[in-house]
Structure formats: structure tokens, C-alpha cells
């Protein structure tokens, strides 16, 4: 140990610190300052960022001991400053982060930038900015908000901005891993380092003689039930191999120990004997079908007969990571006989469900706490580290820290799905399509997972934007040794718009014909011909071709793109909001939606301000009592459910979805042909049935919210949370003027809504204050139909869900001999339903391009032999400021045809399924050859030039 | 672990001499919470020593060992004659790590970006105060002997000269290096000097690709002759991807640029 003062923000302090604690962890552990984030741990990401004597370092690579004497400001400490204070009012007014985890960050190495110099340009903030690494934005709105900042201009007034963000960039908001109980232990996993083998033995002494070490565990000492995973569609996936081991991802031991230091050394000395089994790494050799779906239409024998030429080829997109700036983590401990798990999750009822039958404990002994996640992209759907987790605490009997280390995350957790498909394409000699044949495979990895609702997104959007009078679709989801596969934005809709477009594109080239107008030729029904206004709007805006630098090729290219938001896979959706006013008279909206950071959240007290004709937001509240309420008793009645009334919910739950899982899990063992076969039969049986049983539970709980499922995430969000915000709204304004009629004792129609409570139209000055008013509640609740609409050929359900149409277009240069590529324009054009907050779709919009620029062109797994050859956010190459595409240009067509309030529609995923197409077109145009896999990096880019 | 912040040399030589290991801004020894730093290793901070100079003296640039490459790539001092190695500081990794990554750090380092700028610009390395300066050739090839410190980095001036630098990443910050060029030219010995990293394990001058513009007029086809000259002169020694095409191409590429830029 070490003594160590610093001044940090001002105070003299003084610590104790081992001499590998890092100047991060001294801040944040120990003195609780919870604005220096750790995202990396490798000096990339920046999100540790703070000033030292007033130069701004990443503390994750600094030691306390070198930073000892000297000052160190911290986010925390700058925002009271007058610049940070007006900076933050110019992110704010933008809508400039989102999940909010890197803000802090950013705003240190903003301010340091402002103080240096001012006015600065936009190129002089990117280079300013290039520590710090953002996933979710897109850089767009942070780079305009520090130029606006440095300009001295006002910052543009915020009366909707979003309030969360306040918080997130002044640092205050707590993540999963700034949760700090004390005395707390390190836990760690023991990964598999092979990706298929027999499991001999363990020996765990070694690891149990490291000093400081509290725990090594096995599989041997689960007390419950020894599986994880989504479990929905087949329980295959232990917690901890005990035999058999089947991807580099795999789990076979944790440890818990009182230093970090002391759990890595325990890691390294367990030592499993293995004996290696042959490994399926490789599509080709894939025989093990895990989920399969079909999808006919007319006869494509016919459909070929009438073309003209058939056009054929096969295309891949590799699996990626989701690299969410926070690392996967969690904190848990223990209250009374309670197990309380601190986690990122969008699940939490799945992940309270799975622990306690590892624990084999009720689930009432086990509560799931969310707090604000630092991005998921669909990562969190799964219950991932939770189990290890809940295992050492209750091992332990201690609070338990449980963090992967960046490199870890990104070579032995959940990946986006691996893609390949084939496909054949039948065109007439003018362009119109015949016929499209479609052979799909997605890389589930080892175990199920949820890749049948993946793969029914490939099925069904097979044909992508277009119509085609015969179609064969046939999506498979097969078991490999590589790492387990999960949902990645947009659900297989990214993989399989890539395919649907190169395919399309090589037919319009082979043709000789424009490929704008062959899309316009054969697009499917849209609603008011978005599709073909969107090509026509970004062919329009992207106008003449720029000139080309000198040694430099330039190409350009389109991707039009038609994606659903909703469940596909016959599951049941719903959410529920609650508007209420409390004793202190503050309006407040509840829901049951953690916050991932795509401005659902923000979006919701703006609805219900609006709708209820308020100017003051109202207070937007995710308790974890109503997370972990399903039946959703504890919302509507502010009483929690008893047990016998739970045990009835979950029974009910349980039985919609059982059939459906058995029906799976049956198939996944007969040949392909039968299998859809049997879907077709237990498709309708299935759908009917489940249809009673929703029925039955809707009487009974008719604001259930259904556990089984991930908390309305991703686009789908605002429009289903949206339009029960509505709903509320209309009943407690309802409810609000009832109660005032009577306390002033005035007719209803005479009564109005405004700031501070009911007035009297004809006599303004009589009124009842919302404080008065209160307490008053009232629930909207929107369900996605259930049933009707299953969809008889494959099972799944195409039903009340929505979709999202859009056209990007972009303009790049290439140079030949590097493959170093320059987006040169960019062109995003969709249909948003209604633009209910343009600054929201916006930034989603341009995260979403920057994300799918990233993943074409920057993030290469190098996954081979089901081992991740690249180290970390050093060698996963997530896009940064001086790389993302600038300038977007972001149209909204507004078609008033979503699901939403007003129309509106869900976006959030358009931008990164459009932009990969997008630039494989434009490579394919710069190149003369088309690329049949991304991601392309920039050597193999420079093999088509030569 | 062990942690020492010694503020004179002898001290430091005598730690260093024990089997300590110098510290300077860390930022390649710590990543990863310091994990890969063995449990019993005395780490020596070397921030306390006088070695944060930046100076010109007696027709050399001398730098100090601590000096931060966030210095190097925005000092005055580094005049065009020495953009190269300006260059090379700016293009490591991103602000946070160049405001804490010093010049020893990454001298002592086989793999440090900003030894083909220095192998160009004729540096030598001065070692424990001193006491002994080498070419910065044999530290690229020997590396740093055990127990020694480095003190500064002495470049020679000559106002002639101009030099250039270019890095090939896959990402434009905290890109990890593929390959790097760099280039000077003098009026006194005429011919442009290049090297390159990326290729071989260490950095190296291409003396084909010199050979080939020496005595005659940089013409552009004289440039295309030594850009290719260049690309295939190098014994390929690297295990980890890219491949050995691409990074010929990339170095050929770089000298192509760097000819362009110390001409003009
Ligand atoms: C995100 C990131 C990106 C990076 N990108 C690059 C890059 O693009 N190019 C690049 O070259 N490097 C890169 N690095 C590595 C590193 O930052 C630099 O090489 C840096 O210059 C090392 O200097 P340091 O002072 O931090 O070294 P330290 O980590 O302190 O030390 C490095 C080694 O040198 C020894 N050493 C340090 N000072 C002395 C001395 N005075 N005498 C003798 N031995 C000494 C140490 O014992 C150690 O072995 C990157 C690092 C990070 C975290
Ligand atoms: S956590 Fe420090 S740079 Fe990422
Ligand atoms: S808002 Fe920047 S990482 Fe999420």
C-alpha cells in the first residue's frame, strides 16, 4: 500500500492505494466519482477522461501514484465552471448523446479545447475529440455543439430537450457500473480456450491457494439448475461447462478474490485437462440446424421460365461486436435474504427468472435492478453475465464486482449474427424482377439462443424492398463452434438488406440498366410511394458527381431498404405507462422501459406534456419495483401483487409461450422438409391457443406486462410506448377535469389543463392546483395484437408489426493502392411516420449510418478457429471523429403511416441497415467489382485494384 | 508492485540497476489495469527527473526523455527541417495518449512509431545522463540495454533540410500503426533518405530506394522507380495481419506521398 494525495476537484484528499490502482479507479472507487467512466481500460475509448494540472489524460492508463501531488478535475468538477455550464446547454439543446455513457468524457476534453482557443472550427473539435470514442451518435451533434459553444453563441433554447441528458454529461447519472457497495469482491470467469472439447477435470486448488482469493467456482457447485441464455427456444446453454465445452465462449469457472490483481492470478493458474473434439467454425460444414424458416410465394419455376436472365451470387457479412461503450457488467449483494443484481439488461424478468432457478431460490428472493445502460444494441436482450454473477454473491455471502475487460467483451461475448446467403435472382431484359430464390444462413454459434426470431427476420425480409411475383425463401439458423450469436440492431434486418441489395444491384449492372430505376421498377407496396420518393430525393440531392482527387476512384452507390420494428416472432408486446401526480403537485411518467439511450425515455414526458397541453416535462421514472412487477398490479393499484396472484400471471405467461418453444425444439430434429411441414400445422393450432390464454390473462391482469419479454427496446419503443402515453394522457386529463368539476363545482366543459393545475375557461382565475388534484393516476396500456396474423408457411408472425422504408445514397472516393476510402456525401432519406421530434430522429438517424460505416468498413472480428484474433477497442476498430462520416444529410419523409402516435414511426435501426448496402454499392460503382462480403478492410479492398 | 519516484539520476540508475523498470507516461505499460505488469516488478517514475527539455543548443535539438509527444507535435521549435518528426508524434494513437506517452517511452520501445522519422533525421540517443550516446540505429536494433535510462534524444540541425513522415492505419486516432515512412532531404548530401516500419520487425532505411535517386533529378518516374524499389526491398517479418502485399504497397505508397511533400 501507498499513500497517495491528489487535489481532486479542489479538495485535498489523501488514499491508501495498492500500486496498480489505476488514477481511474482511485476517482471512481474510491472517492465515488462516478463522471470518470471506464469504457476501455486501454487508453482508447476516453470515456475515463480527466484534467491533470489541467491537461486532459485518460485515467485508465495513468497510475494514482503518478498522478500523486498534482491536480486532477474531473467532469464532476468542471460543470459548474461558466464555459461547461454553456456547453452543456448547447449538447443539450442538440440532443448531442445519447446512451450518455461517453459524455462526461467528452465534455472534459471539450472544455480543455475551448479554453485553449476560440473560435474553433469544426476540423480542429474532431481532432480535439479524437480521444473519445462514442458509439451511439454518430459525432455530428457533439462536434456542432462545441463549434456553436466556441463561437459564443447562445445556446438555442431546450424547453423539450431531453432532462436525462443533464445529468448523463454532468456525470451524476449512475450506470450498472457505478453501483459500489463496500467491501466488495472481484469476480472474474475462467473462458474456455478451446472452441470444442471434452472438459477432463478441473483442478482448483492452485487458483483457491492465490492469497486474497474468497471463491473459485464450477459447475459443481450450482445449487439450482446449471443453464442461462434466453431459454425461450431450448435450455442447451450451461452457466458453467461441465463436460463438454463448445465455443471459446464458454464459461467453466469463476472467481471471486479481494483484489483484482489476486482474481486475474487465480485465472491464470486453473488450468482445465481438455480433449479436443473436432470444431465447426464454417457455414459449409454446418450441418446442425437450429431454427429454419420458409417462405413461399408463387411457383419461382415459373418466375425464372419468364426471365430473361437469372443473376446469381452469394453474399456474407461477418459477425461484429456490439461494443457498447460501457463494459459488460455488473454489482450485486445482499439485502435480507434478497439477491440484488445491479445489471445491464433490457430482461430484467428473464434474468430474475434464470438466476433464481440457478439458485435454485423463488424469484421473490431475487431482485434485478437496472440501472441506465451504457448502450446495447440489442446486447442486453439475453441474460449474459447475471448468472455468474448471482452465483459468487451467493457463494460468497458478499457484495460481488463483476466488469469484463474490454477485451474481453470483445473476444468471448455475444456477437451479431454471422450471414451467408445465396441467392438467385430472375430480371427481365427491362429491369422488372420475376423471380428470387433465396438460401440464408446465420451463425447461431453454439447454443439456440434467440436466433429463430433472427432468422424469421431474414425470411421474412428476404426480398428486402421489393416485390417479386414468385419468391422461395429458406432461412436457417446453424449450431457452430464460434461464439454465440445475438441480436444486433435491426435483428438480422442489417445481414439481410445487405444481401437483398448487392443482389438487386448486380442484377441492375449485369443489365446495364440505372440502378435507381430498377429499384423504382420493383419496389413492394409502400405507403404513399416512400420508397420511390426517397430514391428519387437522394438522387436528387446527391446531383452531379463530384470530381475525383488525383490518384483517387470515386463510385456511388444506393441502398433502399425496407426493415420491420416489432417482435416477428409470434410473441406477445406490450407496454404500459402510468401519468401521475403526486403530494408535491409533480407530474410524473411511468414506465416500464429501462433507459439503453435511444431517447425513448426523453420522448415520453414530451408526448405526455404535449398531449396533456403542459409546458413542464413531467418526471420520467423507471422503478425497479415496476420492473419487477409483470403483472403490472404494482402500476395500476400501487399495491405489489401477492404471491399467489404472481404464481397465476407466470403460470398464464408460461403457457402462451410454451407450445410455440416445444413446436421449435421439436422441429430443430427433423429434416428440413418436414419441418416446415410441421410449423404450417402448428402454426395455427399455436395461434389460436395462444390467443385464449392472452385472453384469459387480459381479464385478469389487464395491465400485465409480459416477462417474457425484453422490455419494449429499440425503434419499436417510441411507438408502442408513445401511443400508451397518449392513452394516459387522455384519461387523466380526463380524470383531472372530473375531479376539478366538482371542486369548483362547475360544468366539465367549462374546465382547461394548464401549467399548474384545471382552470375555469370563463373564470380564469378560479383553479385547482395539480397539488390539490392529487393523487390522481391513470394507465395507458398498448398491446401489439396478438394472433390472426401468424403467417401459415413459416409460423412467424408478419402481423400488426410496422416497417420502416428508407433510401441512402452516398458519394466515396477510394484510392487504389491503400483501399483507404473517403465518404465524400451521404444522403439519408426515410419515412418516419411523423417527425414527432426531428432532433431525436436525427440523431438516430446519423448514430445508426456512423455505426453501419463502422461495421462495413472499420470492425473486423478476425474471428478464425472460434477464436477473436483482434485485442480490444485498440484492434476493433469502432469509428472515431476523425473517421465517422460527416455532414449527413438527413431528410424525413413523413407518410403519417406508423403505428405510433400520429403516425409516427420507429427509425432508430434505419440508419446502420441502409449504410452498409449503401457503400458496398458505392464500392461496387468506385471498383467495377462488387464486394461479396463485409466487413471489407482495406487491404482486401486494394485486391480489386490490382 | 512496487512504486518509486526518484529525483536524482544516480538514484534512478542504482533502481534501474536492481531490476527496476522505468515509467515514463505509461501509456504502454499500464493499459488493461496495469495486468500484464509482473506482481513482483518495481516500477521506477521517471517524472521527477530534470528530462523535460525541449531545447536547441549548440546546432543539435535535444529532447528530453519525458518530454510528451503532444510537445513534440505542437512545438515552435520544431522547425520544417524536422516535420517529420512532428508528424510521427501527432499520428500516435490519440490526444489523451500523446499528452501522456513520452519520447523514451517510445525510443526504448522496438516498436515505437517515431523511429523511422528519427532514423531519417540522423538522431542518436543519449543514455544515463551522458554517459554514453549511440546512433538511434543501434537502439532500433539492440534496443535499450538493461538497467539503462535514456535521457534525450539529440537531433543535429541543417537548415536545408526538409523531412516528412506518413502513418498507414485502419483507423485515422488511436489506429494501430500498419505501416510508416518517413523522408528527409538536405542540400549537403542531396538524395532523399527513407525509412520505413511495417515490414520488417523494426524500422529500417531503404537504401535500394535511395540508391535509386541519388545523383539524378527526383523525376517522377525516378519517384515510381524508388516508390516500387521500395516496396519489395524489405525482408518481411511480420506475423499479424495485414499481409505481406499490402503492406509492400503501403510502403511503396508512403514513399510516393513523402517524395511529393519534401519536393515541394
Ligand atoms: C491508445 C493507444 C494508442 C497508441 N498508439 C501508438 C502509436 O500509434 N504509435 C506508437 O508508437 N505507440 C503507440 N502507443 C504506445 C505508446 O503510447 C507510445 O509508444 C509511447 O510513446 C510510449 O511512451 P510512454 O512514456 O508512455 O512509455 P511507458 O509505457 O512508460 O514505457 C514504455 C517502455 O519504455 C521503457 N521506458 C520508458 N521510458 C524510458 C526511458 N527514459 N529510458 C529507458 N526506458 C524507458 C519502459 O520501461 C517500458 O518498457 C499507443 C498507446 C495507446 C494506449
Ligand atoms: S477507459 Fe480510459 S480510455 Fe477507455
Ligand atoms: S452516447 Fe456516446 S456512447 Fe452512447
Keep these: ?138 459525432y455530428q451533434q457533439i462536434v456542432d455543439a462545441v463549434v456553436a459553444a466556441s463561437s459564443g453563441e447562445p445556446p438555442p433554447p431546450a424547453i423539450h430537450a431531453r432532462q436525462d441528458l443533464f445529468a448523463k454529461i454532468r456525470g451524476e447519472a449512475r450506470y450498472a457500473t457505478d453501483v459500489r457497495p463496500a467491501d466488495v469482491l472481484f469476480g472474474r470467469i475462467v473462458w474456455s480456450d478451446q472452441s470444442s472439447a471434452i472438459l477432463c477435470g478441473l483442478d482448483t486448488s492452485a487458483a483457491s491457494a492465490v492469497p486474497g482469493v474468497v471463491a473459485v467456482l464450477t459447475a459443481a457447485d450450482i445449487p439450482g439448475v446449471n443453464i442461462t441464455g434466453m431459454q425461450l427456444f431450448g435450455s442447451d446453454h450451461p452457466l458453467l461447462c461441465d463436460e463438454r465445452v463448445r465455443s471459446t465462449g464458454d464459461a467453466i469457472a469463476v472467481v471471486a478474490a479481494t483484489s483484482a490483481a489476486a482474481a486475474r492470478e487465480a485465472v491464470r493458474r486453473l488450468r482445465p485437462t481438455t480433449a479436443p473434439l473436432a470444431a465447426v467454425h464454417d457455414f459449409d460444414s454446418a450441418g446442425d440446424i437450429c431454427s429454419q424458416f420458409v417462405k413461399v410465394r408463387g411457383d419461382i419455376a415459373i418466375g425464372f421460365a419468364a426471365a430473361d436472365e437469372v443473376i446469381e451470387d452469394t453474399y456474407e457479412m461477418t459477425a461484429g461486436d456490439h461494443a457498447c461503450m460501457e463494459r459488460e457488467a455488473g454489482f450485486g449483494w445482499i439485502e435480507g435474504d434478497t439477491i440484488v443484481l445491479s445489471v445491464t439488461t ?142 444486433m440492431r435491426g435483428f438480422g434486418s442489417q445481414q439481410v438488406a445487405f444481401g437483398i441489395e448487392s443482389i438487386v444491384e448486380k442484377a441492375a449492372r449485369t443489365l446495364e440498366l440505372d440502378p435507381a430505376e430498377v429499384r423504382r421498377r420493383n419496389f413492394c407496396r409502400n405507403p404513399e410511394n416512400a420508397l420511390a420518393e426517397s430514391v428519387d430525393e ?35 408486446d406490450s407496454t404500459v405507462v402510468r401519468l401521475s401526480v403526486d403530494d408535491s403537485g409533480e407530474l410524473m411518467v411511468e414506465a416500464d422501459i429501462a433507459d439503453s439511450g435511444t431517447g425513448i425515455i426523453a420522448a415520453l414526458p414530451r408526448l405526455a406534456a404535449v398531449h396533456l397541453g403542459v ?71 399455436t395461434d389460436v391457443y395462444n390467443a385464449f390464454v392472452a385472453t384469459i390473462k387480459e381479464r ?8 417474457y419479454l425484453p422490455r419494449t427496446s429499440a425503434s419499436r419503443g417510441l411507438a408502442m410506448a408513445g401511443r400508451a402515453v397518449c392513452s394516459a394522457a387522455e384519461r387523466f386529463r380526463a380524470a383531472a377535469i372530473s375531479r376539478a368539476a366538482v371542486a369548483l363545482d362547475v360544468p366539465e366543459s367549462r374546465l382547461a389543463i394548464t401549467n399548474d393545475g384545471v382552470y375555469d375557461t370563463s373564470a380564469p382565475h378560479r383553479r385547482v392546483s395539480w397539488k390539490q388534484l392529487a393523487p390522481l393516476a391513470a394507465i395507458g396500456r398498448v398491446a401489439l395484437r396478438q394472433g390472426g396474423l401468424f403467417e401459415p408457411a413459416t409460423g412467424n408472425q408478419s402481423g400488426p408489426v410496422d416497417h420502416m422504408f428508407a433510401t441512402h445514397g452516398c458519394d466515396l472516393a477510394i484510392h487504389p493502392e491503400t483501399g483507404e476510402v473517403r465518404i465524400l456525401r451521404y444522403v439519408a432519406c426515410q419515412d418516419v411516420g411523423r417527425a414527432l421530434d426531428p432532433e431525436t430522429v436525427r440523431g438516430q438517424i446519423v448514430g445508426g449510418v456512423a455505426m453501419g460505416v463502422s461495421q462495413t468498413l472499420y470492425e473486423h472480428l478476425g474471428q478464425a478457429g472460434g477464436k477473436v484474433n483482434v485485442v480490444g477497442l485498440h484492434e476493433y476498430h469502432v469509428v472515431t471523429t476523425l473517421d465517422a462520416p460527416w455532414g449527413l444529410e438527413v431528410i424525413n419523409l413523413e407518410t403519417g403511416s406508423g403505428f405510433g402516435p400520429s403516425g409516427a414511426k420507429g427509425v432508430g435501426e434505419a440508419g446502420c441497415v441502409a449504410a452498409p448496402p449503401t457503400l458496398a454499392n458505392a464500392l461496387y460503382d468506385a471498383l467495377g467489382r462488387q464486394m461479396t462480403h463485409i466487413s471489407v478492410s482495406p487491404e482486401e479492398l486494394t485486391e480489386f485494384t490490382h | 508492485m512496487r512504486y518509486t519516484r526518484p529525483s536524482t539520476l544516480a538514484e534512478t540508475l542504482a533502481d534501474l540497476g536492481q531490476g527496476g523498470m522505468a515509467l515514463g507516461g505509461g501509456t ?60 510521427a508524434a501527432h499520428a500516435v494513437g490519440n490526444p489523451n495518449v500523446r499528452r501522456a506517452a513520452t519520447i523514451g517511452g517510445n525510443v526504448a520501445w522496438p516498436g515505437g512509431d517515431l523511429h523511422a522519422a528519427l532514423l531519417v533525421l540522423d538522431a542518436s540517443v543519449v543514455c544515463d545522463g551522458g554517459a554514453c550516446e549511440l546512433p538511434i540505429r543501434n537502439i532500433i536494433e539492440g534496443g535499450v540495454r538493461g538497467g539503462a535510462l535514456v535521457t534525450s534524444i539529440r537531433l543535429p540541425q541543417d537548415d536545408t533540410r526538409h523531412s516528412a513522415y506518413v502513418k ?96 515541394s
Design chain 1, 615 to 685: 409546458q413542464h416535462l413531467p418526471r420520467y421514472l423507471t422503478s425497479s419495483a415496476l420492473l419487477d412487477d409483470p403483472s403490472g398490479i404494482l402500476l395500476t393499484r400501487g399495491i405489489p401483487p401477492c404471491t399467489t396472484s404472481r404464481w397465476i400471471f407466470r403460470t398464464l405467461e408460461k403457457m402462451v409461450i410454451v407450445p410455440t418453444a416445444l413446436a421449435l425444439s421439436l422441429a430443430a430434429h427433423l429434416r428440413p422438409r418436414m419441418l416446415s411441414f410441421l410449423l404450417r400445422v402448428v402454426a395455427r393450432p
Design chain 2, 168 to 263: 498507414f492505419a485502419w483507423r485515422a486516432a488511436s489506429g494501430k500503426t500498419i505501416v510508416a515512412v518517413a523522408a528527409s532531404t538536405t542540400a549537403k548530401n542531396g538524395a532523399p533518405r527513407l525509412a520505413a516500419a511495417g515490414v520488417a520487425a523494426r524500422a529500417m532505411r531503404l537504401p535500394d530506394a535511395e540508391a535509386l535517386l541519388a545523383g539524378g533529378p527526383v523525376t517522377p518516374e525516378a519517384v515510381e522507380d524508388a516508390a516500387r524499389a521500395a516496396g519489395a526491398e524489405l525482408p518481411f517479418e511480420m506475423a499479424k495481419p495485414p499481409g505481406e502485399k499490402y503492406r509492400r504497397r503501403l510502403v511503396a505508397e508512403g514513399v510516393r506521398r513523402l517524395l511529393a511533400a519534401v519536393r
Design chain 1, 1 to 138: 500500500m501507498n499513500n497517495v494525495r491528489i487535489a481532486w476537484n479542489g479538495h485535498e484528499v489523501e488514499r491508501e492505494v495498492r500500486t496498480e490502482t489505476t488514477l481511474q479507479q482511485l476517482l471512481h472507487d474510491e472517492l465515488d466519482d462516478i463522471s470518470v467512466k471506464a469504457g476501455c481500460g486501454e487508453g482508447v475509448c476516453g470515456s475515463c477522461t480527466v484534467l491533470l494540472d489541467n491537461e486532459p489524460v485518460a485515467s485508465c492508463i495513468r497510475l494514482a501514484l503518478q498522478a500523486a501531488g498534482r491536480a486532477v478535475t474531473t467532469a464532476a468538477g468542471l460543470v459548474e465552471l461558466p464555459d461547461a455550464a454553456a456547453l452543456i446547454e448547447h449538447l443539450v439543446a442538440r440532443e448531442a448523446f445519447q446512451c450518455g455513457y461517453c459524455a462526461p468524457g467528452f465534455l472534459v476534453s471539450a472544455v480543455h479545447a475551448l479554453n485553449k482557443r476560440r473560435p474553433l472550427s469544426a476540423d480542429e473539435v474532431r481532432i480535439a475529440l479524437s480521444g473519445n470514442i462514442c458509439r451511439c451518435t454518430g
Design chain 2, 28 to 87: 504502454l505499460l499500464l493499459p488493461r489495469d496495469a495486468a500484464d505488469v509482473g506482481a513482483e516488478q518495481l516500477l521506477v517514475d521517471l517524472q521527477a527527473l530534470p528530462l523535460h527539455d525541449l531545447i536547441v543548443d549548440g546546432g543539435f535539438l535535444s529532447i528530453g526523455a519525458m518530454v510528451t509527444l503532444a510537445r513534440i507535435a505542437a512545438s515552435p521549435l520544431i522547425s520544417p527541417a524536422w516535420k517529420a518528426l512532428a508528424q
Design chain 1, 538 to 572: 437522394v438522387v436528387r440531392r446527391l446531383g452531379a458527381r463530384p470530381a475525383a482527387a488525383p490518384g483517387w476512384l470515386t463510385g456511388r452507390g444506393i441502398g433502399s431498404i425496407k426493415a420491420k420494428y416489432g417482435y416477428p416472432y409470434g410473441l406477445v
Design chain 1, 700 to 707: 385478469l391482469f389487464p395491465a400485465g406486462v409480459d416477462s
Design chain 1, 346 to 487: 433490457l430482461t430484467p424478468h428473464l434474468v430474475r427468472g434464470a438466476v433464481a432457478r440457478v439458485l435454485d431460490l423463488p424469484e421473490s428472493r431475487v431482485r434485478v435492478e437496472t440501472p441506465r445502460m451504457g448502450g446495447s444494441f440489442g446486447k442486453y436482450l439475453m441474460p449474459g453475465l447475471e448468472g455468474y454473477l448471482a452465483l459468487l454473491v451467493y457463494a460468497t455471502r458478499r457484495p460481488v464486482r463483476l466488469v469484463l475487460d474490454r477485451d474481453e467483451s470483445i473476444a468471448r461475448s455475444t456477437k451479431r449474427h454471422a450471414f451467408r446467403a445465396r441467392y438467385r435472382l430472375g430480371v427481365k431484359r427491362d429491369g422488372t424482377f420475376t423471380a428470387l430464390d433465396a438460401e440464408i444462413l446465420a451463425d447461431a454459434g453454439p447454443y439456440v439462443g434467440l436466433t429463430p426470431t433472427v432468422v424469421a427476420v431474414l425470411a421474412d425480409e428476404a426480398a428486402g424492398a421489393y416485390d417479386f411475383p414468385h419468391l422461395s425463401v429458406r432461412a436457417r439458423g446453424v449450431l457452430t463452434n464460434n461464439l454465440l450469436a445475438t441480436a
